[in-house]
């Protein structure tokens, strides 16, 4: 398999159970290594990483965001989206001011002390892309980011990346679903580990498709998530 992800790009990785999907999730994750080949992110080759190294990798160049959430129980939105800044050292001050913008691009600003039971479905993935944003990562990880929601909640959600990536920011997402699959501008299905189709929906540098078709240009789109936090990065 050899594949690029430029800069800017949104990607959406589709294929049935045992397609290859997840061990290629890990190995974009730096989760896992590539067996053979080279896996290169933002410039660093990380198959030459110990995994000492990947972790701080995993901190500060990729965001994840997880189907099922990962929050912490019993903690408040604020504290889940400090834990990557508090990982990475960062001062304690710093790391409220950029939890709190990071909680306010998403639409939580009026959510910080609110814990996991406290929130909707759509509202718990939303902090769960604060946390991945909050360390202005290279590329956003998304594994079936609306899988466990329902369809109001994965319209809000799916909103949002387009408007991330409408900014700038990168985005890989692993999908079954076409639906979801539409808002990316490119499209790879996979079939026993190989990439079998390789559909561009949009150009790399222009808005996502599903804001093309309603004649919003980039600009206007990311235009209420604009912030230093949304610099981009490729693969």
Known sequence: MSV??????FVAVMGSSGSGKSTLMNILGCLDVPTSGRYLLDGIDVGHLDEHQL?????????????????????TALAQVELPLA????RAAERRRRAVAA????????????????????????????????????MLLADEPTGNLDS?????????????????RTVVLITHE?????????????????IVSDVRQGPVLGPPPVFAQAGLTAGAAAGSVAGSALSGGGL
């Open 4 to 9: 690029e992800v430029e800069q800017g790009d």
């Open 55 to 75: 972790s701080l990798v995993r901190n500060r160049k990729i965001g994840f965001i997880f189907q099922s959430f990962n929050l912490v129980p019993r903690t």
């Open 87 to 90: 990982y990475a050292g960062v």
């Open 103 to 138: 909680l306010s691009m998403v639409g939580l600003g009026d959510r910080l002390d609110h814990r996991p039971n406290e929130l909707s479905g759509g509202q718990q993935q939303r902090v769960a892309v604060a946390r991945a944003l909050v360390t202005s990562p290279a």
């Open 152 to 168: 109001r909640s994965t319209d809000e959600v799916l909103v949002m990346v387009d408007r991330l990536n409408a900014a700038g």
């Open 178 to 194: 076409d639906e979801v699959a539409r808002h990316a501008k490119r499209v790879l299905r996979l079939v026993d580990g190989r």
